[in-house]
């Protein structure tokens, strides 16, 4: 899709125009749309191509010499289903008699913002848009009574009678870092998850598939699955990614252990693994039968795969098969040379489950 930054239309370079000669411009509002870009040269817009909804701007503050930066709260009260927030359409008029016109308009294209239905919950998001406006200060804007500046004069008025600075690093600001009297940075949660913090679980705000929740009911942090606005951490929609939990599936990922018959190797894929060692002493000319290190799922003689070899003066030759799930018998050929001193080491293979 095709994607365009804040840009002036051909209006709002004229009003840029006739604000620098002396005129009052005021912002009106914002335009929402989910509209897609089919030409990159919006100078004659005249709005957004396919408008979701409008908001009242929140702040006006001076960025640098002349620029402006204006600010509002979009939220999804009265939306009835999850929309794709790609236009942006900021509004302006000279005087209460002539109309308002599109000044500037972005489009993000297939990088669009997120507004969930008002179903799952209330959800804000604060968007901030930077304008140049010259040298001009007769800038206003039409605003829902919550805001604090309403004008740039006003705001450099209340700037100078605002408190001194207090000096960076000291009282609760620390510098960045992992040793003592540091913070750590808020990315660095991510990175330590290795996924994006979405916030609490436990409330009717919007979750999104792909981020992570803390759950203050038993204090672990949840991986969502597929979107939904329940409060809790239910297996169908989250799982469980917090430290603790990944390194019990760790050290549940193979139990190795050992007996008298020897030693094991239990994956939890089902896989099993033995080892055992026979003296040739124990084995008698047609077979012996012994008892596996571990249990094995037996389902005939090939669900055991067995293996067999002489450690010694190579002398002696073997043969093996499991008998059941718990045993198996020794074939030994005993040859006119050789000692019995030597071993006869085994190898078996299958599953445990």
């Not at 051909?10 to 914002?30: N, P, V, W, Y």
């Not at 957004?48 to 930066?69: A, H, T």
């Amino acid at each position: 899709m095709l994607t365009i930054k804040l840009t002036n239309t051909s209006a709002g370079l004229i009003a840029i125009q006739r604000a620098l000669a002396g005129e009052d411009i005021t912002f009106t509002k914002l335009d929402i749309g989910d509209g897609v870009l089919t030409n990159l040269d919006i100078s004659n817009f005249t709005g957004v191509i396919n408008k979701i909804k409008d908001y009242s701007l929140g702040v006006v503050k001076p960025e640098g010499q002349e620029m402006v930066r204006l600010r509002a709260n979009i939220n999804n009260v009265g939306i009835t289903e999850d929309k794709a927030i790609r236009e942006f359409g900021l509004y302006a008029k000279f005087g209460s008699s002539e109309q308002e016109f599109l000044f500037a308009y972005m489009n993000t294209g297939d990088i669009p913002t997120a507004l969930p239905s008002s179903s799952g919950g209330r959800y804000d998001l604060n968007r901030d848009f930077v304008l140049y406006i010259g040298s001009s200060t007769n800038v206003t804007f039409d605003t829902n009574g919550d805001l604090v500046y309403s004008t740039l004069n006003d705001y450099k008025a209340l700037e100078a009678q605002k408190e001194d600075k207090f000096p960076k690093n000291s009282a609760f600001n620390r510098d960045f870092g992992v040793n003592e009297n540091q913070v750590l940075e808020g990315s660095k949660l991510a990175e330590i998850l290795g996924i994006e913090y979405g916030g609490i679980l436990n409330n009717s705000n919007q979750k999104i598939s792909g981020k992570g929740y803390y759950d203050t009911a038993n204090k672990k942090i949840y991986k969502c699955t597929g979107n939904t606005s329940i409060n809790y951490a239910d297996a169908g929609y989250f799982i469980e990614v917090s430290n603790n939990d990944l390194l019990g599936k760790l050290q549940n990922l193979v139990e190795i252990g050992s007996n008298s018959n020897g030693t094991y190797r239990k994956w939890a894929d089902g896989t099993l693994e033995c080892w055992a060692s026979e003296k040739r002493a124990a084995i008698t000319p047609s077979y012996s039968t012994f008892n596996f290190p571990y249990q094995f799922k037996y389902s005939g003689r090939t669900s055991v795969v067995c293996s067999a070899t002489d450690v010694g003066d190579g002398a002696y030759s073997y043969g093996c098969a499991a008998i059941s799930g718990t045993q198996y018998r020794l074939y030994g050929e005993k040859p006119t040379v050789g000692t019995e001193s030597g071993m006869a080491h085994l190898y078996f293979k299958g599953v445990w489950k």
